[in-house]
């Protein structure tokens, strides 16, 4: 069975700082492609970040380069999302998902997901 399981969201400042973590199992971790998405109220989810399976290749969208630190541990089959400078506008669930093969920004390329973990930064 395949399990994909976030943790770490919380409520910050503005200007603060939450690492989310996404264990998974039930699969050969380092085949899976792992990428973080979020939706805020209202608004339809978006990719935040995804990082390929064996090179360590990352990817950001515009909003959260320079802030936002994606990496994995394969021992661990654990992939962290450090994010740093939070905004008000990063408050949203953030979800975990994880895909064979290559890395992809769309939601719709992703096969598993977790339930997702809420994030809410103050001003």
């Known amino acids: 069975e395949v399990q994909v399981v976030e943790s770490g969201g919380g409520l910050a400042q503005a200007g603060g700082s939450l690492r989310l973590s996404c264990v998974v199992s039930?699969?050969?971790?380092?085949?899976?492609?792992i990428a973080w998405f979020r939706q805020a109220p209202g608004k339809e989810r978006e990719g935040v970040s995804c990082?390929?399976?064996?090179?360590?290749?990352?990817y950001y969208t515009d909003s959260v380069k320079g802030r936002f630190t994606i990496s994995r541990d394969n021992a661990k089959n654990t992939v962290y999302l450090q994010m740093n400078s939070l905004k008000p506008e990063d408050t949203a669930v953030y979800y975990c998902?994880?895909?064979?093969?290559?890395?992809?920004?769309?939601?719709?390329?992703?096969?598993?997901w977790g339930q997702g973990t809420q994030v809410t930064v103050s001003s």
């Open positions: 998902a994880a895909r064979f093969g290559v890395a992809g920004i769309w939601d719709y390329e992703y096969d598993y």
């Open positions: 039930g699969f050969t971790f380092d085949d899976y492609a």
């Open positions: 990082i390929s399976r064996r090179d360590g290749s990352t």
